[in-house]
């Protein structure tokens, strides 16, 4: 059920993201897409960061820099979000480039894998590590947002990964004494990328407007 407030609240943060566009910019020409979006928004306004990106896309529809390439698989993808997965965005929209490290470690003993670690989620360019977000991964990429693309997770290394950042999960995952007591730990790495479509979805909907 959406209280008044969040109504108002949201209703305040498209008027105020519209002001924003330039009068010779403003185009009605996507007007279905913005209804649309308006009857999908009223089951999502309980949380805040929802609100905001329906605000986004609202606004991004009614300017001609934005919507060409807009179509009702934003709508959709929008309403198939839960808190979890539209924090997740936020954070990948800090991303200048495309590449996702979704890693692990784990025991290996005579090149068999033994104990592993939970997965988490390395944002390179910004060092943050992100947790309990195998469920948000698992909806970005059946949405088209984010893509795995290695059927078999590779061991990071010299050659694919810089040594600060594997000090630096390591120190994460397991505390001094697990590292200094096991030789045998090895980071592999679910290799993803935010693909072009979702990367075109960020600029529209989450990157701030």
Request: glycine share 2%; with cysteine.
């Amino acid at each position: 059920m959406v209280h008044q407030a969040e109504l108002a609240d949201f209703t305040e943060r498209m008027t105020q993201k519209i002001k924003q566009i330039p009068n010779e910019y403003r185009d009605s020409s996507k007007y279905s897409l913005v209804l649309e979006t308006l009857q999908n928004s009223v089951y999502q306004l309980n949380e805040e960061e929802l609100r905001e990106l329906f605000a986004n896309l609202f606004a991004s529809l009614t300017d001609r820099q934005k919507n060409q390439d807009i179509t009702p698989r934003y709508v959709y993808i929008l309403s198939q979000l839960g808190l979890k997965d539209a924090l997740l965005l936020k954070e990948l929209v800090t991303q200048d480039d495309n590449e996702l490290y979704y890693v692990r470690e784990v025991n290996v003993t005579d090149g068999k894998i033994g104990s592993s670690t939970k997965q988490i989620l390395y944002l390179h360019q910004t060092g943050k590590i992100l947790e309990d977000v195998d469920s948000s991964m698992n909806v970005l990429e059946s949405l088209g947002i984010i893509k795995f693309t290695n059927l078999v997770e590779e061991v990071l290394d010299d050659e694919n990964s810089d040594a600060e950042m594997r000090k630096k999960l390591k120190s994460h995952l397991f505390d001094a004494n697990e590292l200094d007591a096991n030789s045998n730990l090895e980071l592999l790495n679910s290799k993803a990328i935010i693909t072009s479509f979702g990367r075109a979805f960020l600029n529209c909907v989450v990157a701030p407007f």
